[in-house]
């Protein structure tokens, strides 16, 4: 069944229709909380929140085919309020968990030598969630802007800087449009 429609059934009650669309992005938005918090349990918390949210206000999503966009931008409103109540630092210490930010075809382009965490790790905030945006959930410029609610512009120049900072470490080449 096409997106459109389950979001649709779900705004109406359905809920098998509501637990189709979250088992369709279920990795994606545990991985993505993890990518943040780094323990699973904090990770599990902050996805349950994110499903009870998306559940409650469903009914105000306006656009049905923007569903994954729009539950993305819920739980990585949950991590950050997550790391600012517990004060905490983001960290990427798992190379795995990092390598997924990136499309596949990019992977060939990292060295085994690098330590892509560390670089990772001394991003500022907002330039880690575009990336992780941009690079592992595959979204636009455009649907970044309408998540983080920057102009497409910004979202442009905080990319280049964030590739800035990572470059080098990285392997020239590794960044691509």
Avoid: C
Avoid at 42 to 65: G, V
């Amino acid at each position: 069944m096409d997106l459109v429609n389950l979001v649709q059934k779900a705004k109406k009650g359905n809920d098998e229709a509501f637990e189709q669309l979250i088992s369709s992005v279920r990795h994606k938005l545990y991985r993505t909380a993890y990518s943040y918090v780094r323990n699973e349990q904090d990770a599990l918390d902050i996805y349950q929140e994110t499903i009870y949210k998306a559940y409650t206000s469903l009914k105000m999503l306006k656009k049905p085919e923007s569903f994954q966009s729009w539950i993305i931008k819920i739980i990585i409103f949950k991590s950050i309020d997550f790391i600012r109540k517990e004060s905490r630092h983001f960290t990427t210490d798992d190379e795995e968990i990092f390598a997924e930010l990136i499309s596949k075809e990019s992977i060939n382009y990292i060295t085994h030598s690098m330590d892509l965490s560390e670089a990772f790790k001394f991003l500022d905030p907002k330039y880690k969630t575009i990336i992780l945006l941009r690079y592992y959930h595959d979204l636009s410029i455009k649907e970044i802007s309408k998540i983080m609610k920057y102009p497409e512009g910004t979202v442009k120049s905080h990319l280049n800087r964030a590739q800035k900072e990572l470059r080098p470490i990285l392997k020239e080449g590794y960044f691509y449009e």
